[in-house]
């Protein structure tokens, strides 16, 4: 039997351990509060993620624990370096997050491959929503790693007949689709709740999807890529779901909420919050411009109707 620890027991960490014990692993889920562990454990239930149980052969601990076939990380990008730190230095790791590094602007896989030189290193991301992954709902992913004999080593271990995950050779392409998706669904939710229609929403995904484009090849990847599931397919999902924490942000922000009063309200991490001035950092002079005005409005540089003015001001162009 495969040997599986999930590093991180948020509502994704524990629908992955909840999926690789369906694969048919020995899953370990670990939490960094062992007060949370042992409830996690008692109960088999985790509050973050309702209405989901987690199977008996599931371990709940609080120690770091060992795995023979992966490390699957799913703590938030920010606190990933202090958390993978204490991994073993050459063990198998799946990045199951998305972002960039507030500070030194690190991609999950390059945080990765800074802390653990020799391991082999993977991202796994897609249009996945815990709740639908844990219920076994049907879903698509991407595995993408430049080792080609890995990538199919982890799409063997986490493949099941309601789970189909496709293959990259383009890690950066993948985790740029990952990272910005998130940033371009607080301004599509934005745009809901300041009420300008559906058609606004549209066109902003899509010159969204662009700008993905241009980032990633900028950084090293495929424009290609972000046409796949690890870019548009995630881009449709977290831009139209008020399920999605980035977009449900950005509707309150829309709405004229407080960033700092939603933020305090919820117990989730919206990873586009500090992944949009961490983005807009690392890509430099690329053209990005809702990105860039979703940092600045993030960072209180602009307003909703200056960002939307100067968006559309723009000077016009062939697409």
């Known amino acids: 039997m495969s040997s599986v620890a999930v590093i991180g027991a948020g509502a994704w960490g524990t629908a992955l351990a909840i999926h ?8 370990t889920l670990w939490a960094r509060d062992p007060a949370r562990a042992a409830s996690i454990a008692t109960t088999r239930e985790n509050p973050r993620l309702p209405a989901a149980r987690l199977p008996e052969q599931v371990r709940v601990t609080a120690e770091l624990p060992a795995a023979d076939d992966a490390f699957l990380i799913a703590v938030p990008t920010q606190h990933m370096r202090a958390v993978a730190a204490h991994l073993p230095a050459s063990a198998p ?5 998305k972002g960039v590094e507030a500070g030194t602007l690190r991609l999950p896989l390059e945080i990765l491959a800074e802390l653990h030189p020799s ?3 993977a991202m796994l991301t897609g249009p996945n929503f815990a709740g639908e992954i844990a219920a076994g709902l049907p879903a698509a992913s991407v595995v993408a790693a430049v080792d080609p004999a890995f990538r199919a ?21 993948a985790q740029v689709g990952g990272a910005a998706k998130n940033v371009i669904a607080i301004a599509a939710g934005a745009v809901i709740g300041a009420g300008l229609g559906e ?4 066109g902003l995904i899509s010159r969204g999807l662009a700008e993905l484009g241009r980032l990633a090849t900028a950084l090293g990847g495929r424009a290609e890529t972000v046409m796949g599931l690890s870019g548009l397919g995630d881009l449709l999902l977290t831009c139209t779901s008020p399920t999605s924490r980035n977009y449900s942000l950005g509707v309150a922000l829309g709405r004229g909420e407080a960033l700092a009063d939603i933020l305090a309200a919820r117990t989730t991490v919206a990873e586009g919050v500090a992944t949009g001035p961490a983005l807009v950092a690392r890509a430099g002079g690329v053209d990005m411009p809702i990105c860039r005005a979703v940092a600045d409005w993030l960072q209180d540089r602009t307003t909703l109707t200056r960002a939307i003015a100067e968006l559309l001001a723009r000077p016009r162009r062939d697409e």
């Not at 790791?93 to 997050?97: D, K, L, T």
């Open 93 to 97: 790791m799946v990045c199951c997050a």
């Open 119 to 121: 391991a082999p290193i």
């Open 20 to 27: 690789a014990a369906r694969a048919g692993a020995a899953v």
């Open 199 to 202: 058609n606004a929403r549209a």
């Open 153 to 173: 080593r982890i799409i063997n271990l986490l493949a099941t007949p309601t789970f189909r995950v496709y293959g990259n050779d383009d890690p950066i392409g």
